[in-house]
């Protein structure tokens, strides 16, 4: 099955029904992004990570994390027995592109291609923590633990750039006239000035116009209290719930959650995940 | 950071006019867990005749056995200084990351301020993808009292530290009840795979919580269970040794032959010490790894049988099931999410 036919050539998740307990993927990665990324993993860069949903359990738990020098050869003969039918995640990196992207199994066996577009579709936008910088694999970042507990669709639209208020209004997230259950927007590292002030009212006009429901994240270290003040008066007239997530970096978690260098880590996605899952719920009385 | 072509290059961006520089291989007494430091200071865990023994497995025991034995795991650098300013000038050995690993991990060295028994995290720096030769300027913090976890995956094969000239370095001990260390003994999750930074490991966590000395003897691939292995634990002096020896055995009926025997060995040496036994980390429900635990549980009950002062750690009882998703970066190596858990457990058993 080539998963790229399937669904346009863009950078996400894939989700398809297998019944073989052994099957190979062929992937080829182009446009690896050179740079600095001490703090995000090869596989996020630019391998692949595979989930599966245990059948009798009903939970989601890891095959394997592959790099892109890897020919993926997928060996679940030690969780599951032959000709089971399961589910499988399939996510790819976050700065390179795939040219390839075969599931390969023999014809005894088959393989069946799941479109999500049924489940609840939630908008995720952002900055860097968003868009998976400082993750060892894509499968953690919050948004895609929010995906698979939430079971929807995620949407993600994020910058890794500071000035990312700014890029996301340029994007004009209305214009596709899709609409969201729920949109998700951090808040972090806003500068306050009256561009900013100004994109940012706009942005949260145009979530509202296209989601049912806006939440707003946001963690702050206590040097920077202030900035809540003002995040609060900026949104203050918007039709949006605003979380505040800052206990990631208290004096409990932040040795668990944060590199130090402004970065959060796995451990902080998966703190920030709990925090917007029992938000949504709450919400959204979504029965989960 | 500055990356450099040769550890000799003079620095461009970093001003080190008023440095002095200092080869901390000269000063075994600065690192803490080498379980060489008497002798010389290149972080070898394991004696020959145990690095021999990995021929008589696998091929990669054999490979990784040659790619860690000289990581420093679970190594701190510690030292109370009076120059404002230091200056870290490294040529690690290997130069490009680990499929599983950050490079904060695997090449990270994981700056905390010791403020009485509290560790306060600074920083943390490596030198990234593609480079192995770099200097960074790190600012010390007011009471000059610094511990810094070495890389989890790399060797270093030179390490200055530059201080303002006519400032000290000075030793940094434990306190003298915390001095004998707390023993670790395992696979690749032990050694550090997959927390986001060296200082994350749940050895490095334990050793930070409990702010006592550890020794990590951990080898990725390398955890065989071995009698030379039990011996050479058995002639170390320590706290508690914790045995997360399960998923390197490959194969049930080996496991079954050997958890016991080991253990049975090291307590020979220590009759009294605690010694905490872990079941596998597995969390994707790899089938054979519930025999193993199986396996585990009856050394341990046969412990308590003995009224020995062991301990049993279940790894998956610590999580609900629909948390496997993300205790892990994969079927066993540990978020942090997952490291602190295990940490916290650890240390409420040794605090006992």
């Keep these: ?288 | 950071m500055e990356h450099l072509n040769s550890i000799q290059d003079n620095l461009k961006t970093i001003n080190d006019d008023d440095i002095h520089y200092l080869d901390l291989f000269d000063y075994p007494e600065f690192f803490y867990g080498n379980v060489n430091n008497i002798e010389n200071t290149d972080f070898c865990k394991y004696p020959k005749i145990i690095q021999e023994e990995m021929k008589e497995y696998e091929p990669i025991a054999i490979r990784e056995m040659n790619n860690y034995n000289s990581s420093p795991t679970g190594v701190r650098l510690r030292f109370n200084t009076d120059s404002k300013r230091l200056i870290f000038k490294v040529e690690l050995k290997r130069k490009w990351d680990y499929q599983k690993l950050n490079n904060l991990n695997s090449s990270g060295f994981d700056v905390y301020c010791i403020d009485g028994t509290s560790y306060i995290h600074q920083e943390v720096f490596s030198p990234g993808h593609g480079y192995n030769i770099f200097a960074k300027e790190i600012t010390t913090p007011e009471n000059g009292n610094i511990c810094i976890y070495l890389p989890s995956y790399n060797s270093i094969n030179r390490f200055y530290i530059g201080i303002e000239k006519d400032c000290k370095i000075n030793e940094l001990n434990y306190p003298k009840n915390k001095q004998l260390p707390i023993i670790f003994y395992g696979n690749s999750v032990t050694q550090g795979a997959a927390a986001s930074r060296s200082g994350n490991s749940f050895p490095n966590i334990v050793s930070r919580k409990l702010n006592r000395d550890i020794v990590n003897l951990s080898c990725s691939s390398c955890c065989k269970g071995t009698q030379n292995t039990a011996d050479l634990i058995g002639s170390m002096n320590c706290h508690a040794i914790i045995i997360d020896y399960t998923q390197n055995a490959y194969d049930t009926n080996i496991f079954r032959n050997t958890h016991e025997r080991f253990y049975k060995k090291i307590r020979q040496y220590h009759p009294d010490i605690p010694i905490i036994l872990l079941t596998t980390a597995n969390f994707n429900f790899w089938r054979a790894y519930n025999d193993f635990d199986v396996i585990v549980e009856n050394t341990y009950n046969n412990a308590i049988f003995r009224s020995e002062n062991t301990f049993l750690i279940n790894q998956k009882e610590l999580f609900n099931e629909d948390e496997y998703d993300y205790v892990a970066v994969d079927k066993s190596h540990f978020t942090d999410y997952g490291m602190f858990k295990i940490a916290e457990r650890i240390c409420d058993i040794i605090r006992e």
């Design chain 1, 1 to 288: 099955m080539d998963l790229l036919k399937i669904k346009e050539k863009s950078k996400g998740v894939y989700h398809f029904k297998i019944n073989a307990n052994r099957f190979q993927i062929h992937y080829k990665v182009t446009n690896i992004k050179e740079g600095y990324y001490p703090h995000l993993g090869v596989t996020a860069r630019e391998g692949l990570v595979l989930l599966y949903k245990h059948p009798q359990k009903e939970l989601w738990a890891s095959i394997e994390a592959y790099h892109n020098s890897n020919l993926g050869y997928v060996n679940m003969s030690h969780m599951l027995s032959d000709n089971i039918s399961y589910e499988v995640l399939l996510y790819t990196p976050l700065l390179s592109d795939l040219e390839e992207l075969i599931i390969e199994t023999d014809d005894e066996h088959h393989i069946e291609y799941i479109d999500d577009n049924d489940n609840p579709q939630i908008l995720v936008c952002g900055g860097s923590t968003s868009f998976g910088m400082g993750c060892t694999t894509v499968s953690l970042m919050f948004s895609n633990i929010l995906a698979r507990k939430l079971v929807a669709n995620i949407t993600n639209v994020s910058f890794d750039d500071k000035d990312y208020i700014r890029r996301l209004r340029e994007c004009r997230i209305t214009d596709s006239h899709n609409k969201y259950a729920v949109g998700i927007i951090e808040l972090n590292e806003i500068d306050f000035d009256e561009k900013s002030s100004t994109y940012l009212k706009e942005l949260i006009n145009d979530l509202n116009s296209c989601c049912d429901i806006t939440i707003g994240w946001y963690y702050l270290e206590e040097a920077t209290a202030v900035c809540e003040e003002v995040l609060k008066e900026e949104v203050n007239n918007a039709s949006i719930i605003l979380k505040d997530v800052s206990h990631i970096l208290n004096d409990e978690n932040r040795d668990m959650c944060s590199y130090g260098n402004g970065y959060i880590n796995d451990s902080g996605n998966i703190l920030i995940f709990k925090e917007l899952f029992s938000t949504i719920c709450e919400v959204t009385k979504w029965n989960i």
